[in-house]
């Protein structure tokens, strides 16, 4: 069943394939970027149709742009420097891969970034090493050059909180993917930092009203919360009376159920519905299948797991891969 | 990956058991140093393994239907039963809405949903055919029409217990023919008496005397245990007493062997008529009882016959009274005679209980028969038949979702609600844990899933989630969102899809994505199409923006060729969004401006100046392009013959002049690339222009 498409050279870092499965972007620690096209949509064999060095440095993750943007990838160096690319045929020249924004490190590392639509613009969010999180949005739907800064804050609930200075491993986000539109967007993040304020997952979601970004979801139990946050996942909702989140920390697989209507204080209700062990250690990576049913993790102990629910809503693994030579 | 398939949408887990772990085969040199997954169409998932010397890209496909079958007849089943699926959905909504309740069944459901089993039952496997009249190879004991599976090994049987309420009444019969039909398929995982037939058959032209050798005799028992009559006759006359040099000398012998075979052949049997089938058919209860009393009777009386004694070929004595015995229903002699429980099952229904009826008393005696016959391993056909005795709708399901995969699943919940209100509202009874939709819909959402990893079957994912009314449109919106644009034909495809079914939202997305895509990709015009049907006004309006940007500073400008040919492609009758209704107007403006240039027309001027107008009023066209504009228009304001321009249009403009001047004090405002004494050019033609109109006027 496991079927290999493509073999990658020894200095690879990071793989990123777009929403449709056609396109593979591939960097790797010399910042070399390379991307890889399926022949037709029914085939999954891949050819190399660019390979250039795109940053000065080790590549540590891509992301891709949402479709309705183009096909444009952020990079991520390990200094903590987003480079955005984009594929582009100017003024009848032929198709190429152009740099189109660099977002610099003046205030700390760059330790993730995600791309969410909301309100008909695009939303970039960028998590920094110094514990700041960042929106920036775009100003021109067909030109990914300009882009404001829309929002600064700490992951944090009560900004009055005062804590030294944080210094950030990693942090892991996670737009809330909608198509209707009627709902305000929403993102989750979580840290892996030094500072026990900033790490716990946290909605923050979009006051048009005041246009600000609010904390609606602490996704932690009070004794919890100081947890450093490995990675988060918010699951595709495909008609659910509630949202379903997973957050990873070194306690173990976390599944909320994230209510969808605020309560007096604007909160949403969450209730942790499984704690699940499973991957020895750190978790990489997690990620929802397109019905929001499956989730696939990745961690320190190499292997790739499946968990699910079951018809009584009980969470459990229900497969596992072990990479073998 | 081992045949059986990983996460086959089995949602219900059966035990406690530890998840199957399932090597991954990369071949790169270990150790792996990271890992990472992302999840394609479907089930299809993507990892990427990064090892010091390289790093590999594989792709997992998560369900594989049943590996007994080969992907392509798979896909011929998938296609096939779209079809039938559809008309029950459509009948039972139009039954529903007939009857105005929630649920549409009443007492001819059933007949329906028989003709979607049957039509079902045929994708999985040809129609078993007539058996030929020509003359057969008198040591050819089995035949074999076609390879059966145990995939419609599988639907019949529940087809027979949930659906065909005809046969109900020969519910064992039916069991009967279905294990001869499938007894094939436990050879896989046990002994069976098929088996030993087909092996017993091999042998058959190194046998000299048949009749000596046991295993003769043990197969005839176990053939007729199971009811297998025309075999067993036809084994029977391979006798050797039947030979013609034999004939004579053995006449005692050979009379026994053909009474046996008579009384088998007139077994009388509770069933329809059934061609090329030995026995007596009863259809009345009744009657068969009379029949089966007698035909009990005469074998009793034919096992205390004093021929027996008097025959001297002991084994043929032995071989047949141990017949009688099967056919009395001797219990020893039918648990030696048959392999498994299954075996012995229908062997109890044939000779112990043939008026057996009710399910209970069938589960009861299907705990005996395990018990008689223990196993180690249990073939899936078996734990499902169980499953179905049981009555329990969840663990029939549950079975079926393990062992066979979601296609049946999805397909074999309609015959399971067929006739049982109870498990009607098990199956479609919404449930929170599932978030809110029913076990029937998550079982369908499960195999659209399925269907939509692969790309020759993705087409007919939509069919199942149409019919799943709480989430099936949002999954149907996530795999559209998940289609490539590139290709024209899907993408045509994708956007017919979301018109059969309504999706506005997600359908102007995909517009969007693919306007987008060519646009960037340097096809301007195919770009501009697509935003357009996807009417998306804040795009349209960047590239009336970028037009404007880009064309026209000057009537010389080579540039309006290029951006000329952009706005034909705008066409006329679309709906102007925004900045495009201005680039309209500009470009009549700019021709008959091009018209003018050179003439000497007042006509033509005049036009030009109508354009002018237009584009000054209108209050869609940018401030910015007011002062090109007028520099532009140089040439009408200054003409020669006569002023062009009446008093209250070069009012117009001037206050335009005038509003722009004071534009000039805010941010943001840019100068447009002008000559230097363009504006001091413009004011001193205005006002000229005015002069001379006064004049006139």
């Given amino acids: 069943m496991a079927k290999e498409i493509l073999t990658l050279d020894n200095a690879t870092t990071c793989t990123s394939w777009n929403i449709s499965g056609t396109r593979l972007a591939s960097a790797s620690a010399d910042g070399t970027l390379s991307i890889f096209d399926s022949r037709d949509p029914s085939s999954s064999s891949l050819r190399s149709t660019f390979k250039s060095r795109v940053l000065e440095g080790n590549i540590v993750k891509i992301v891709w742009v949402p479709p309705e943007y183009g096909d444009a990838v952020a990079c991520i160096s390990a200094d903590g420097i987003v480079s955005l690319w984009e594929e582009v045929a100017e003024d009848s020249q032929s198709l190429q891969w152009k740099m189109c924004k660099s977002f610099g490190n003046s205030s700390g590392k760059v330790l993730d970034v995600q791309f969410g639509i909301s309100s008909t613009s695009l939303k970039m969010v960028a998590a920094y090493s110094d514990g700041n999180v960042r929106v920036f949005e775009l100003l021109d739907p067909l030109e990914l050059r300009n882009w404001q800064l829309q929002a600064e804050f700490q992951n944090v609930i009560e900004s009055v909180s005062a804590f030294g200075k944080a210094s950030c491993l990693s942090a892991s986000i996670s737009w809330n993917v909608q198509k209707g539109g009627s709902q305000e967007s929403s993102f989750l993040i979580g840290f892996n930092s030094n500072t026990s304020e900033l790490n716990s997952s946290k909605v923050w979601e979009f006051d048009q009203a005041h246009q600000r970004w609010l904390p609606v979801a602490e996704l932690a139990l009070p004794e919890d919360r100081g947890d450093q946050v490995y990675a988060v996942a918010w699951a595709p909702n495909i008609g659910r009376p509630y949202e379903i989140i997973a957050v990873a920390t070194h306690k173990g697989l976390a599944i909320w159920h994230l209510g969808l209507n605020p309560d007096h204080d604007g909160r949403l209700p969450v209730e942790r519905v499984a704690l699940l062990s499973g991957h020895q250690g750190m978790v990489w990576q997690m990620e929802w299948d397109m019905s929001g049913m499956t989730l696939a993790t990745t961690g320190q102990d190499g292997m790739v797991r499946l968990w699910q629910s079951n018809l009584n809503g009980v969470w459990h693994q229900q497969a596992a891969f072990e990479p073998t030579s | ?697």
């Fill in chain 2, 1 to 697: 990956m081992p045949s059986d398939t990983v996460g086959n949408g089995a949602l219900v887990p059966l035990t406690g058991d530890p998840p199957a772990v399932y090597p991954l085969h990369h071949g790169l040199a270990p150790p792996i140093c990271r890992l990472s997954i992302s999840w394609s169409r479907g089930n299809t998932l993507h990892l990427s393994l990064f090892s010091s010397t390289a790093a590999k890209v594989v792709e997992v496909k998560l369900t594989s239907e049943d590996q007994e079958i080969p992907d392509a007849h798979w896909r011929r089943i998938a296609y096939g039963s779209v079809a039938p699926f559809a008309l029950l959905q459509s009948r039972r909504s139009s039954l529903s809405a007939l009857l105005k309740t929630p649920s549409p069944y009443h007492s001819d459901w059933w007949e329906n949903v028989l003709q979607y089993s049957k039509e079902i039952g045929s994708l999985l496997g040809g129609s078993k055919l007539p058996p030929s009249p020509i003359i057969e190879d008198s040591k050819t004991i089995v035949k074999r029409d076609e390879e059966p599976t145990s995939l419609k090994a599988a639907w019949e049987l529940i087809e027979i217990f949930y659906v065909d309420k005809q046969s109900q009444s020969w519910l064992p019969e039916r069991l009967v023919d279905w294990l001869t039909d499938y007894d094939s398929l436990f050879t896989s995982t046990h002994e069976t008496i098929h088996g030993k037939l087909v092996d017993f058959q091999k042998e058959l032209v190194n046998i000299q005397v048949i009749e000596d050798d046991s295993r003769y005799w043990e197969l005839l028992s176990s053939a007729l245990s199971v009811g297998w009559l025309d075999i067993v006759v036809k084994m029977l006359r391979l006798h050797g007493s039947y030979q013609l040099d034999q004939l004579s000398k053995r006449e005692l012998e050979n009379g026994l062997v053909e009474t046996v075979a008579t009384v088998i052949s007139k077994m009388p049997r509770l069933r329809p008529e059934s061609v090329g089938k030995l026995g007596e058919f009863y259809k009345s209860k009744a009657d068969f009882i009379k029949c089966w009393e007698k035909w009990r009777s005469q074998i009793t009386k034919l096992d205390c016959s004093p021929f027996w004694i008097q025959c001297d070929n002991q084994q043929t004595v032995d071989g047949l009274r141990n017949l009688l015995q099967i056919m009395l229903g001797n219990t020893d002699s039918l648990c030696m005679a048959t392999c498994f429980w299954i075996e012995l099952y229908i062997s109890h229904f044939l000779y112990i209980r043939p008026f057996t009826m009710g399910i209970e008393s069938m589960s009861n005696l299907a705990q005996k028969c395990i018990q008689l016959k223990p196993q180690s391993n249990t073939h899936r056909l078996a734990g499902l038949m169980v499953g179905i005795l049981e009555e329990n709708t969840e663990v029939v399901l549950a079975e079926c979702s393990r062992e066979f995969g979601p296609w049946l699943v999805a397909h074999a919940i309609e015959l399971l609600t067929a006739g049982s209100e109870q498990a009607e509202v098990l199956l479609h009874e919404e449930r929170y844990n599932l978030g809110g939709i029913s076990i029937v819909e998550l079982h369908r959402l499960v195999y659209a899933q399925i269907l939509s990893s692969h790309a020759l079957t993705w087409q007919i994912a939509p069919i199942y989630l149409s019919s799943c009314v709480k989430q099936g449109m949002g999954l149907l919106e996530n795999l559209l969102y998940r289609q490539s644009v590139q290709h024209n034909n899907v993408l045509l495809k994708n956007i017919e899809i979301c018109r059969l079914y309504e999706l506005d939202g997600i359908s102007s997305n995909i517009m969007k994505i693919a306007g987008v895509y060519h646009w960037k990709h340097g096809h301007k015009g195919a770009g501009v199409f697509w935003l357009q049907q996807a009417q998306d006004s804040s795009c349209l309006d960047r590239i009336a923006q970028q037009l404007f940007d880009s064309v026209g500073k000057s009537i010389s400008d080579e540039s309006f060729k290029q951006w000329e040919g952009m706005i034909e492609l705008l066409g006329s009758e679309s709906k102007p969004a925004g900045g495009l209704e201005f680039l309209h107007k500009y470009r009549d403006f700019k021709k008959s401006l091009q018209k003018v240039s050179g003439g000497k027309s007042t006509e033509l001027a005049r036009q030009a100046v109508g354009s002018l107008m237009l584009l000054m009023k209108n209050p869609s066209t940018p401030q910015r392009f007011w002062l090109p504009l007028l520099y532009d228009s140089l040439k009408l304001l200054n003409w020669k013959d006569c002023p062009i321009l009446g008093v209250s249009e070069t009012n117009l403009l001037l206050n335009k002049l005038q509003d722009l001047s004071l534009a000039k004090l805010r941010p943001y405002y840019t100068e447009p690339s002008l000559p230097p004494d363009a504006l001091s050019s413009i004011r001193l033609a205005l006002a000229t222009n005015l002069g001379r109109a006064i004049l006139d006027e």
